[in-house]
């Protein structure tokens, strides 16, 4: 469905915006840092999103739960060497929508529509919920499989995000989200197009830090775009549904 493809063009972004992306890198270890201080009992750390681990403090994870899991559809070599670097660290390919294989079967629409994912939520052991710069990614490659507008805005896309958020919610442990609220695109600062999601989401009212994230600079993206993200840390609470 292209997520190996998307996986290996994130990481050839990365190496051309290296110095661009650094401070959001940094703020996002740093938030994930802030929201262990909160999480006493430390048995299992659980990471969704952790693709190529250069927004995850896993050193601070590793030495301080007994065990981490790394939960992402694709995990490339760089990232399995670097977590086998640490013995109680394990690598997961998992779709965390639990429903890409229901597209493949070519359910259509229904596959988004259906199923609520359940994974991890059993697994008592787990203290601590990553989920990292991965919510507005959920949607985009299932979109596109069915062919419809890649818009984060995109009744499906909302859909899947607020499953994502209500997933989070069912997990009895400290869960920390960090996730872009806002996009913001175009070659001129006065006219940049924008596409707000924190009206759709709720994502604000649990948001103890946020930054912006240039995740191209001028003329990284297609027609001369610079596009850039405000990203929110979130403590996400247990118990509520998403709005
Ligand atoms: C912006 S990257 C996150 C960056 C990552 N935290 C890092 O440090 O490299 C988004 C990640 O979400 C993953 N992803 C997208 N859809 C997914 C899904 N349905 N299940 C699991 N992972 C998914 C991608 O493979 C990618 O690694």
């Given at each position: 469905m292209g997520y190996l493809r998307e996986s290996i063009a994130i990481r050839a972004r990365y190496r051309r915006c290296r110095h661009a992306w650094a401070p959001h890198l940094a703020k996002t270890r740093q938030a994930l840092a802030a929201s262990l201080e909160r999480c006493r009992?430390?048995?299992t750390a659980l990471v969704l999103g952790s693709g190529l681990l250069l927004d995850v403090p896993l050193a601070e994870l590793a030495a301080s739960f007994e065990e981490v899991w790394l939960v992402d559809m694709v995990h490339l070599p760089a990232a399995r060497r670097e977590a086998a670097r640490y013995p109680n660290?394990?690598?997961i390919e998992w779709d965390v929508t639990e429903c890409a294989a229901a597209l493949l079967d070519g359910k259509g629409r229904d596959a988004l529509a259906e199923g609520t994912?359940?994974?991890f939520l059993r697994e008592d052991r787990v203290d601590w919920v990553g989920s990292v710069n991965l919510l507005s990614q959920l949607p985009l490659l299932p979109l596109a499989w069915l062919g419809e507008p890649p818009s984060s805005t995109h009744p499906l896309a909302v859909a899947m995000m607020r499953r994502h958020?209500?997933?989070l919610s069912?997990?009895?442990a400290v869960v920390?989200?960090?996730a872009d609220a806002e996009q913001r695109w175009g070659n001129r600062e006065e006219a940049m197009?924008?596409?707000d999601l924190d009206p759709l989401l709720g994502l604000s009212a649990h948001a103890f830090d946020q930054w912006w994230w240039e995740l191209a600079p001028p003329g990284e993206a297609g027609h001369g775009h610079a596009i850039r993200h405000r990203v929110l840390a979130c403590h996400w609470p247990s118990?509520?549904?998403a709005p």
């Open positions: 009992q430390r048995r660290a394990r690598c994912p359940s994974a958020l209500d997933y069912r997990f009895r920390c989200l960090v197009e924008g596409a118990g509520i549904a």
